[in-house]
């Protein structure tokens, strides 16, 4: 009987709890502050297929400049591997002079054709989007994480004309 009485109390304290408390919905804020989540400055880059396993990969690379005078690097592929990962590098020098690694970007997702962490890769230098079109480099994605075949690649900078930029 006492237990009968407890659960019966308990099931009405739940049930004033539930209905005294205020419950508002909450709208989604659609606005932005002025200028924010607007990314208008950019130069982008042809990547060509040089796979020689024939899966013609291909892309582009875009380096945005966001408000804070970062450089947001995006890459987006063509028949990628489903499954794998393409490591991103940028070396310097032309293609075909391998040479040092100036930044190693996030892989390339097979599955998405996109960086896999994020869809921008982040460079913090605020000096480094004015200095693109003068930069000796290139790209190279390659096959996976455990093989070191190139697959695609692309002139960056003085080795390349921008094929877009705003």
């Not at 739940?14 to 909450?26: D, I, N, P, W, Y």
């Not at 013609?56 to 591997?81: H, P």
């Amino acid at each position: 009987m006492i237990k009968h009485i407890k659960n019966i109390l308990v099931a009405m304290v739940v049930t004033a709890g539930l209905f005294s408390c205020e419950q508002e919905r909450l709208g989604p804020v659609l606005t932005t502050a002025d200028g924010g989540g607007t990314l208008n400055e950019y130069v982008a880059y042809d990547i060509e297929s040089t796979d020689p396993t024939g899966s013609n990969v291909y892309g582009r690379i875009v380096f945005w400049k966001d408000n804070l005078d970062r450089t947001l690097v995006q890459v987006s592929l063509y028949n990628t591997i489903e499954g794998s990962t393409h490591p991103a590098l940028i070396v310097s020098g032309a293609i075909g002079t391998e040479t040092t690694t100036m930044l190693e970007l996030d892989s390339v997702s097979g599955d998405s054709g996109e960086l896999s962490a994020s869809k921008f890769f982040v460079i913090a230098d605020t000096s480094f989007y004015g200095s693109i079109l003068e930069m000796d480099a290139h790209i190279n994605i390659y096959l996976s994480d455990t093989d070191d075949t190139i697959v695609a690649t692309g002139d960056l900078g003085a080795n390349a004309d921008p094929v877009e930029s705003n």
